[in-house]
């Protein structure tokens, strides 16, 4: 069984130095930062939580910039806290692509299980309340993470 989706919505870049790496990603790709907008207002309709490794956590602090290119955008993150699973990366790899987001057509739990089932275990899942995310241990054989996230409809 495969995903449900293979729409690649954003690319997750870890730094240490958020004004430095989205420059150097502005001048490359000729483009900027547009803020994130949508004309639906987002209802609660789940109880949200964050679980990293399996273990409730309240906060995952950092810096955040987008960069947009023609069919999706690069998420460029500065971890300021060290239990997560952008800290973790930027630790052991530097400033690189942590991840890859792909939108599932839902629901995030079918995805999960297909993930499981290929040997791929769950590292972080945020349940925003009207949207979920959740991050896999891909990178033995992706080079990366692999996102997987679900908007409510």
Known sequence: MALSSTNIVKV??????LEKTVSAYK???GTG???QTSDDAHKEVRTPYMKYKGEAITDTPMKVDSVFSDNFWFEII???GDNDPWAAWLKDHGTSICSICLLSDGPLEADE???KNAGFDSIFKHEKGYEAYEYFDTSEALGVLTEVKEQYK
């Open 113 to 115: 299980e297909v993930l």
């Open 33 to 35: 930062s547009e803020p």
């Open 27 to 29: 001048t490359l790709l």
């Open 12 to 17: 997750i870049v870890v730094t240490d130095d």
């Open 78 to 80: 500065q971890p300021l």
